[in-house]
């Protein structure tokens, strides 16, 4: 074969949406970092050679993140574009989509340029894209379509918050046919659930059925084309939602990692994993887990989606802080493990206490779905669909007014010709320990600490260069 220094080339398994995987060699021209040639084909010679225990995915990208850096650098402490970034890259994911609320909330154009110098200075490989926040104050900034929008129906994390249904009905009223996509909890359901004993139990189901059954008449009624974050009941839920879809409304959804390998069987096992796993929406009983799981098989459910929220361990082991006192020094998780030995039912009752929600994603992305094939039976298309490909179709749409100077060609998703040289080449046969001293993620923990993972991720390519 030819060498030729402005291209690279790149053989094995590829994996494309709905096709079976299929022996073939990616040609990516490295000047314009795009695929210019996809050849089917045994045995065909490349700069890199990858065999039968691996599988090659179009770059894996993630549409829910939070990757703390603004204006203020008030949270750059749990994270920054840089280690977001990097941790995107460790997990295999090539482009990732920040969520707007931050210290100084991104909600007009003002704030949103700030984040796309700060990205365009950084010029990081992993492609990364802004949301835009939407609160009673805020209009769409350019024509409908051209920018993703967040609405954070019920409190969260952060200052963004919409409480009530008519307040709701108002907003989406300036958003016409904008793709917005929402935070689910019924806050006066939570306001009325917090003497519970768990964080499930103050965020019951119905907080998020309520908030849905409010959010979808309204999704209807303007238009919206909805992106449902971070999904946690089947269930119900499921019914409404198809209920709405078969009458034409545009709704999507999202699940996390955290909500299809968890569930409270697990944590009423053991309440320490509350310190990995507490996040709003709250994980559920296991019927909802295995729902979840169905749903992003079958394809009900469109995204797989991190919602990587970085916390510090100090913040996450928060309730222990009322000890500091006694404990004059030490961390929160130090302080954790001191009553642990020494009262097992006190560190269990801590710990159901209310903590910071939120967990770390990023690093173990390639590794969920190399779980979600090995342990769930998930298709190597299938994770093509919910990893690569639908998330693709998200961001393409949003690329030309992020990135006013560049051309991604057809952009991320698919191994085509015109689409990004961007691939990434899971080895389903290996096993990762997920490890601490491995983890690029500022806060350096993660919720499947010592856990031994199938698969790892064994390259990822970036406009064709090899990382
Ligand atoms: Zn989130």
Not at 210 to 230: F, N, S, W, Y
Request: contains cysteine; negative net charge; glycine residues 10%.
């Amino acid at each position: 074969m030819q060498r030729d220094e402005h291209k690279t080339t790149i053989y094995g398994h590829l994996v494309r949406v709905p096709e079976l995987p299929f022996w073939g060699r990616v040609t990516i021209d490295l000047q314009i970092g795009l695929i210019t040639k996809i050849e089917r084909g045994e045995h065909l010679e490349a700069d890199h050679m990858f065999g039968g225990d691996c599988l090659i995915f179009a770059g894996l990208g993630d549409v829910h993140d939070h990757l703390r850096e603004d204006n203020t650098g008030k949270q750059n402490y749990k994270e920054d574009y840089t280690t977001g970034a990097a941790a995107a890259l460790h997990g295999g994911v090539v482009h990732v989509s920040a969520m707007p609320n931050t210290v100084d909330p991104v909600i007009g154009g003002q704030q949103f340029q700030w984040h796309r110098n700060r990205v365009r200075e950084l010029d990081h490989p992993v492609v990364i894209l802004n949301y835009i926040g939407v609160d009673a104050t805020t209009r769409p900034l350019g024509k409908a379509g051209e920018y993703p929008y967040k609405v954070y129906f019920g409190k969260s994390v952060g200052t963004l918050t919409v409480t009530y249904g008519d307040e709701l009905d108002t907003i989406l009223g300036h958003y016409r046919e904008e793709r917005v996509s929402f935070h689910v909890e019924y806050e006066p359901i939570v306001q009325m659930s917090v003497g519970g004993r768990t964080h499930s139990d103050r965020r019951p189901v119905e907080c998020v059925n309520e908030g849905l059954r409010l959010l979808l008449p309204l999704i209807e009624k303007h238009g919206i084309k909805a992106k449902l974050c971070h999904w946690s009941t089947g269930g119900k839920s499921f019914e409404i939602i198809a209920e709405y879809r078969a009458r034409g409304c545009d709704i999507e959804l999202e699940v996390s990692p955290l909500h299809l390998y968890f569930d409270t069987s697990m944590t009423d096992e053991d309440p320490s994993l509350w310190m990995k796993v507490q996040m709003n929406p709250a994980i559920q009983a296991p019927q909802h887990r295995s729902d979840l799981i169905k749903g992003l098989k079958n394809g009900f459910i469109q995204y797989l989606a991190n919602d990587h929220a970085p916390h510090t361990e100090e913040e996450k082991f928060s309730a222990f802080g009322q000890f500091k006192n006694q404990f004059p020094g030490k961390t929160n998780k130090e302080i954790a493990d001191i009553v642990r030995d020494n009262s097992p039912d006190l560190f269990a009752e801590i710990c159901v206490r209310n903590n910071t929600s939120g967990a770390p994603w990023l690093d173990t992305h390639g590794l969920i779905c190399c779980w979600l094939m090995r342990e769930h039976g998930f298709t190597p298309q299938d994770i093509a669909r919910v990893a690569s490909y639908n998330p693709g179709v998200f961001v393409n749409r949003f690329l030309p007014f992020q990135f006013l100077d560049r051309d991604f060609g057809k952009g991320f998703g698919d191994l085509a010709e015109g689409y990004m040289g961007s691939l990434t080449v899971l080895n389903t046969k290996k096993e990762t320990v997920v490890d601490r001293k491995d983890l690029k993620t500022k806060v350096g923990w993660s919720p499947l600490e010592g856990e031994t993972l199938p698969g790892a991720v064994e390259a990822v390519f970036i406009a064709g260069v090899r990382y």
